[in-house]
């Protein structure tokens, strides 16, 4: 029997736009594509408008009510997963608000969701707490190291030098040693780049604790990426004194830069910028 000859009939007839089914289950909702003129996005009645990468979308709404979930035996699963995904959710939330900041100046659209998915990961390794109460625990966040803010620039793709950052939890103090080298041997040269600054970050991070938000940002001179002239060795430095209890994340990351009349100013708002968690110091 055909149901979605009917369907599509009778969304056409209420709604006044053309969709074109493609999946179909009478027991839960339907999904289609927009193929009319107009797109829409939002909601009218039971129909939800989107668009994602497949392009413009519609859905009936479906599935089991919050109530059901909340109080039915079936859906405890559910209800656990929800629950969780909503603990890391927040995890990844409260790092990226610390980081805001530095985020801004070149991470992609798709990093928060990479970031969840990572803070689901590390929730998951929990061995401690039971489903639904899984928590995104200190001693797993080394699972945060080679996470890429930004998928277009990735610094191992773009930042050539074997240093790599050091950081002593006793003192707080955290250093990255850049050599003497001629920067566009080293650093990889973009059209319309000039110069490059080279980041340290350390940030302090507990999802079990919001007061351990410490952060400390070093960068180097910018370097001149066009000439054939060596750039002298200099140090990044930075001082983050942790609670005893948290773990600190060290990140590096390349920006680069057009110099114009005097000024250094950002290649194409940062697209092009790099950033990667390098390591994780634990207690």
Known sequence: MDTVGPIRGHLRQRS????????????????????SLVKFEGKIGDLSFYKDK?????????????????????????????????????????????????????????????????MNRILRADEFNGRGDRQVLVENLGQLVGLECNLKSQLSEVFFVKSRPVYDRASGTGSLELPEMIAKNQIKVLSGATHVQVQLVAAEFDAQNPEAEGLSVSRSSYLDIAKSDSSPAESLTLQLQPQPDSAVLILMGISYFQFVNGGYYPLANGLFNALTFVQVNQP
């Open 54 to 118: 497949r392009g413009y979308q519609a859905r009936m709404k479906g599935g089991p009510t919050k109530e059901q979930i909340n109080s039915d035996p079936r859906f405890q699963r559910t209800k656990e997963n929800g629950v969780e995904f909503g603990r890391a959710a927040n995890a990844a939330k409260g790092l990226r608000k610390q980081l805001r900041e530095l985020l801004n100046q070149g991470a992609d659209a798709q990093f928060p969701n990479r970031l969840t998915g990572r």
């Open 16 to 35: 006044g736009f053309a969709i074109a089914p493609l999946y179909c289950n009478p027991r839960f909702y339907i999904m289609a594509r927009q193929v």
